[in-house]
């Protein structure tokens, strides 16, 4: 057999082609679902779930950046006393939301006894010396026993809580409960990080499983749609490339 003057079909290469969608809609079939099914590990951080944002909030308009957000009492920030560089992170959770950040490391008080001192604590310190209505505050209240989880608490005005309400709220504990015990990272940058990401969370409706699986539905039909057109086409070129050759043919054939 002459190798040289071997011809393959077009039905072959057809099929070579078939195969070849077929496989690349397995792939991302399985890169679509893979997301579906593991997009709510948030990255392996602590195993707490951040919990899904329903739907678009608006950024608040009309307010201004106040540098001075910071107030660190127990010298967790920075040993020099500095949090300029908090400050400046804090920035973008105000760019994003138009909602003014405040963080305050309120020092060990013993006259601070119960949960409900500090949160009152809290909301003089809130209407006294911050007194507008888009803050949102973060106050972390120091144990006797440095080492041990302080209180938490948040206050916020009226136009900061159309924003940050219960559900963008509900997000903000979520993701701090997953950045406070992530011990590789200073505490500047686990506040940083706790209200950017929190900014990014609620500012845009969080994809849902049936919105992916929607799109791996809609990623299958336009595969088996595209193999279908190239599988008519192909067919199309081999009946036509047929009826040339049978046309050939029949003109060279000498009449008798």
Not at 46 to 66: A, C, F, I, M, Q
Not at 144 to 167: I, K, R, S
Not at 209 to 215: P, R, S, T, V
Not at 232 to 251: D, G, P, Y
Request: net charge negative.
């Amino acid at each position: 057999m002459d190798l040289g003057k071997a011809k393959f079909s077009n039905g072959g290469c057809t099929g070579c082609l078939t195969v070849a969608i077929i496989v690349l809609a397995i792939i991302i079939i399985i890169a679509a679902f893979s997301s579906v099914f593991g997009g709510a590990s948030d990255g392996g951080r602590n195993e707490v779930s951040v919990p899904t944002s329903s739907y678009n909030r608006e950024k608040l308009t009309g307010t201004s950046w106040d540098n001075d957000c910071v107030i660190d009492e127990i010298g967790w920030i920075s040993e020099d006393g500095s949090v300029s560089g908090l400050e400046r992170q804090l920035r973008e959770f105000y760019d994003e939301t138009g909602v003014q950040p405040f963080v305050y490391f309120v020092g060990y008080n013993p006259d601070l006894r119960t949960d409900a001192d500090k949160a009152d604590f809290a909301s003089e310190f809130y209407e006294n010396n911050i007194g507008n209505g888009y803050t949102f505050a973060f106050f972390y209240f120091e144990e006797p026993n440095p080492d041990d989880v302080g209180y938490m608490h948040y206050e916020g005005g009226a136009q900061a809580l159309g924003v940050m309400d219960a559900e963008a709220v509900e997000i903000f504990w979520a993701i701090c409960d997953q950045e406070w015990y992530n011990f590789d990272q200073s505490t500047e940058d686990c506040m940083a990080n706790i209200f950017n990401r929190t900014a990014e969370r609620i500012m845009t409706r969080t994809a849902t499983k049936e919105d992916n699986y929607k799109i791996v539905l809609i990623i299958v039909l336009v595969i088996v749609v595209a193999a279908a057109i190239i599988f008519i086409m192909n067919k199309r070129r081999k009946q036509e490339k047929e009826r040339n050759e049978e046309t050939r043919k029949i003109l060279e054939t000498p009449l008798e």
